[in-house]
């Protein structure tokens, strides 16, 4: 479909516009090329000529025309004054809509630690016309996507993922639609890297997105609802549906010691390389399955010990701290050392969301006061082999 040529100049004025907007601390004149109608009819001209010229006699932009027998033809437009162009055009500036969105935010987020800088970063954007991780500076949306951040950091571990998008959005597709958004603002409050993708971030949060099979190698069977045995002492791991958990069995010797392992590459690793054991995937921050089988463990196996292998940063001990709480009884932090972290790790700014663990008299307090310290690194438990628990020396 043609332009017309109204819609062709005011084009030009309004490209000229989000030029000042994104350039506010320019020192140099802003100018954009005048181009021409689509539509090349006397008509569509005269109506872009008068709606150019109309924008000059407004005092918002000046029209450099061309010389000699071009004298007549308007070739750029340069700009005068933004706000009386914004006001020519109808538009509401770059700026006055980031300030609504930025006090949009503030209004749901105000206090929550971690929150202001994704403030602050989206607020930069804004003012320059550019939506953040595709979030236009719409403050009702703004509002709804930093309240469901802000109340995803309240949400019981163990929550279903649509279940969490309607507790903190009342939607059950809000967190799908704007994940982007809410997790970039969920990296900075809970001081995760910035490629931290999405599903790492929903199981630090220890939301669950779907019933996965729980994965483990250990001297337990189980039966399916026609009696069906299930075995879970496959090498080099058995994959059980969650539904079988609660009739775990012991069978076969008690073993040496019972690991929960947080990263797939790490519990495969576990499983091939060191012979003995039980060892269970957690599926990141581990779901009710996974919690129940390591309860139904640790009462199997009274004393036998328990370990947890998984990431050092905040996350990692969270989920270690959720293993502990499951087995009712102190479990063993396996590689999760400030040695190791001191060895390996990169530096990072103090993760406050485990100083509540700091007070504890063990190696969970030990690490949680490193973490929270000013000068903490952390590492992925994949940097280290796997190497029997029994036999490490951390």
Request: net charge neutral; with cysteine; hydrophobic share 40%.
């Amino acid at each position: 479909m043609t332009v017309s040529g109204g819609e062709s100049a005011r084009k030009v004025l309004v490209r000229l516009l989000e030029s000042a907007d994104r350039n506010a601390t320019a020192t140099r004149t802003l100018t954009v090329a005048a181009g021409s109608p689509q539509d090349p009819s006397p008509a569509s001209r005269r109506a872009w000529r008068e709606r150019l010229e109309g924008a000059e006699r407004a005092g918002a932009v000046a029209l450099a025309r061309g010389a000699g027998n071009r004298r007549d033809v308007i070739e750029r437009v340069r700009l005068v004054d933004a706000d009386l162009l914004a006001r020519d055009l109808g538009i509401t500036r770059a700026g006055t809509r980031a300030a609504a969105a930025v006090a949009a935010a503030r209004e749901v987020a105000a206090g929550r630690d971690g929150l202001d800088q994704a403030i602050e970063d989206a607020g930069a954007k804004w003012a320059k016309g550019v939506d953040w991780y595709r979030l236009p500076p719409e403050p009702d949306l703004v509002r709804n996507v930093f309240a469901a951040a802000a109340g995803l950091l309240d949400v019981a571990f163990g929550t279903h993922f649509r279940t969490a998008s309607v507790q903190t959005a009342g939607s059950t597709k809000f967190l799908e639609r704007h994940g982007g958004a809410v997790c970039a603002i969920l990296r900075g409050a809970l001081a995760l890297p910035d490629d931290t993708g999405p599903d790492e971030i929903w199981e630090t949060l220890g939301l669950v997105r779907f019933g996965h099979p729980v994965c483990l190698r250990a001297p337990v069977r189980f039966a399916d609802a026609a009696g069906i045995p299930v075995s879970g002492r496959a090498v080099p791991w058995s994959a059980v549906n969650p539904d079988l958990v609660a009739g775990c069995a012991a069978d076969g010797d008690e073993p040496e010691f019972i690991m929960t392992v947080e990263n797939w590459t790490s519990f495969n690793g576990q499983c091939r390389e060191v012979g003995r054991g039980a060892v269970i995937y957690t599926h990141g921050f581990p779901p009710p399955p996974v919690r129940m089988l390591v309860g139904r463990m640790a009462t199997l196996w009274p004393h036998t010990p328990i370990y947890h292998w998984g990431d050092v940063d905040a996350g990692g001990l969270l989920i270690a701290d959720s293993i502990r709480e499951a087995a009712g009884r102190p479990v063993r932090l396996h590689l999760m050392t400030v040695a190791l972290a001191e060895r390996h790790g990169t530096k990072r700014r103090p993760l406050s969301r485990v100083a509540g663990i700091a007070s504890r008299d063990d190696d969970f307090g030990e690490l949680a006061r490193y973490l929270s310290g000013d000068s903490c690194r952390t590492f992925e438990q994949e940097m280290l082999r796997p190497v029997d628990p029994l036999e490490a020396g951390q």
